[in-house]
């Protein structure tokens, strides 16, 4: 059993530095689904999210699981760009209807709780026609 979850570890490890490409592929992104639903722990799963808050984050895996609250409190000087990140990567994924994995509702979730109105307003109108589909 250890070294089956050794080697998950060792796959999930493999996506790092690529997520925010590999969500945007149809087949790509259902393997990454999988693997963040059912087999990733919960720093993983983290780590996979965090890759949306900028290129730092991608790069660079600390080991604690932190909360996009946490991260912004700890760097405040950084909410802005790890805000704008998101959005940037949120919009092409829900304009092209690319909703329906558990990452994206989790992405979705994390931006809504640090967005301005402005940008909350945007994301709002995007998800709105694709409710159904999540």
Do not use: W
Not at 78 to 94: D, G, N, Q
Not at 104 to 133: G, N, P, Q, T, Y
């Amino acid at each position: 059993m250890d070294s089956d979850r050794q080697q998950r570890s060792q796959i999930i490890q493999c996506f790092y530095g690529k997520v925010r490409k590999l969500v945007r592929h149809a087949i790509a992104a259902k393997v990454l689904d999988v693997a963040y639903g059912d087999y990733a722990s919960a720093a993983e799963r983290q780590a996979l999210i965090e890759e949306f808050y900028g290129p730092q984050y991608a790069l660079f895996k600390t080991p604690e699981r932190r909360t996009i609250q946490q991260i912004i409190e700890a760097h405040p000087d950084r909410e802005e760009s790890i805000r704008r990140h998101m959005y940037e990567a949120l919009v092409p994924l829900l304009e092209k209807g690319k909703c329906t994995q558990n990452i994206v509702h989790r992405i979705l979730l994390d931006f809504l709780l640090i967005a301005d109105e402005k940008r909350s307003a945007e994301i709002v109108d995007l998800v709105k026609e694709l409710v159904v589909e999540m």
